[in-house]
């Protein structure tokens, strides 16, 4: 359910450039470019609205002060996501007792996105308005189970099921091998299908 193809880095190579030289209004069209993506991931990963609000600005604050450092070896796009997850994961530690989620909040927030994460780990699809009702009992029980996986599973499963990272951006984000990539991601869904196994009986 990846959001289609990666945005072109040339584009995002010559605002960089321009940033570098000193017009610092090319960092805003980066912000604009990916204000939204950053703060979804933010907050479906550190479980708290209003923070992601506060980690996405405090990301793109720190990505602007790293800039010079930045030799575009990864996109920006796959840079930014670094440094939000590893805030958000920061984050998310050292606020483990915070669990005042609205879930009915959440859940207008994440959209169709949520909505396809829930087809996806519950191989389910179609558009009877019969169903309805089932499936935003499926919907809810996927974004309940996304706030109780550990971190690990919890960022693969943001960034490949509902950012649409392939693996090897995955890998480059996380600093981790491919492979512990597609066996964490693998996991995960596993851990999804099992939270949502209530809403499928239920169904059938």
């Known amino acids: 359910m990846g959001r289609g193809p990666r945005p072109a ?8 450039e321009s940033v570098k030289a000193g017009q610092t209004e090319a960092y805003g069209e980066l912000v604009r470019k990916y204000q939204d993506r950053v703060f979804n991931a933010c907050w479906r990963i550190c479980g708290h609205l209003e923070d ?14 790293r800039l010079s ?12 996501f670094r440094i939000v997850v590893n805030l958000a994961l920061s984050h998310r530690r050292q606020a483990q007792r915070r669990r005042d989620v609205s879930l009915e909040q959440g859940l207008r927030l994440v959209g169709s996105q949520a909505d396809g994460l ?3 780990v519950g191989h389910r699809g179609g558009d009877d308005p019969a169903e309805a009702a089932s499936e935003a009992e499926l919907h809810g029980y996927v974004v309940r189970a996304l706030q109780v996986l550990d971190d690990d ?4 499963i943001v960034l490949r099921d509902i950012e649409g990272f392939n693996y090897q951006e995955i890998a480059e984000i996380l600093e981790i091998p491919p492979g512990t990539v597609k066996s964490r991601v693998h996991r995960a869904r596993l851990a999804l299908c099992q939270a949502i196994r ?6 059938d």
Do not use: C, N
Request: charged share 30%; proline share 2%; no cysteine.
């Open 153 to 156: 599973h919890r960022a693969v």
């Open 118 to 120: 829930a087809k996806r």
């Open 52 to 65: 992601a609000r506060d980690l996405t600005q405090e990301a793109f604050l720190k990505g602007y002060e």
């Open 69 to 80: 450092g930045f030799r575009q070896e990864s996109g920006f796009y796959t840079w930014i």
């Open 9 to 16: 880095s040339l584009e995002d190579a010559k605002l960089i």
């Open 198 to 203: 209530p809403a499928m009986t239920r169904k």
